[in-house]
């Protein structure tokens, strides 16, 4: 198995992740349902996301965090979304690749996972009607 070296690459990554995130049943709701995510626009913004980690491309402009902020006040990003979120990553690159970039694409999506979480703890959640408990299959 060889090593993430082109955007294709990138891409082809992405559409695994996401065509399996998409049809999750921890984490797929968000995307669906809460986001209604229109995955044809969302694709070459995520692979240039990680053509700039991983291949120096410089094509990301940045500002990651805040639809994560948005979705955040639709429905609480938990712990065990990010978990989920992390777990179909890793599968997905080591399914795909393997090489010093494939471990950057596992070891930096765990640090920019766990520093949005930490940041979504600051973000305010609008305060629901009292009593009223939200639940989400
Ligand atoms: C090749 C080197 C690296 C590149 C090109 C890179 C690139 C990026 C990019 C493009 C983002 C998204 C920023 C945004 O959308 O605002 C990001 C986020 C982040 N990176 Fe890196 N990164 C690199 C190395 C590292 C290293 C070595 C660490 C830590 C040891 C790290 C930790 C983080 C964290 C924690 C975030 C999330 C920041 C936040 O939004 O709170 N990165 N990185
Ligand atoms: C519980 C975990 C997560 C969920 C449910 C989630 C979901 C989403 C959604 C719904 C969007 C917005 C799409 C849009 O409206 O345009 C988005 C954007 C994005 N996500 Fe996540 N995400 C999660 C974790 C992460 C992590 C850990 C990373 C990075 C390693 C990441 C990277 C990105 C990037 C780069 C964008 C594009 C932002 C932009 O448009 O520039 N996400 N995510």
Redesign the pocket.
Known sequence: MRDIETRADCERLVRLFYGRALEDPVIGFLFTDVARLDLEAHVPRITS?WE??LL?AQS?G????RPHAALHMKAPLRRAHFEQWLRLWVTAVDELFAGERAELAKA?AR??A???HA?LASVERPAGPPGLTITQH
């Open positions: 996301f700039t980690i120096g990301y940045g500002g990651a965090f930096h640090r920019v766990a520093a949005f940041r």
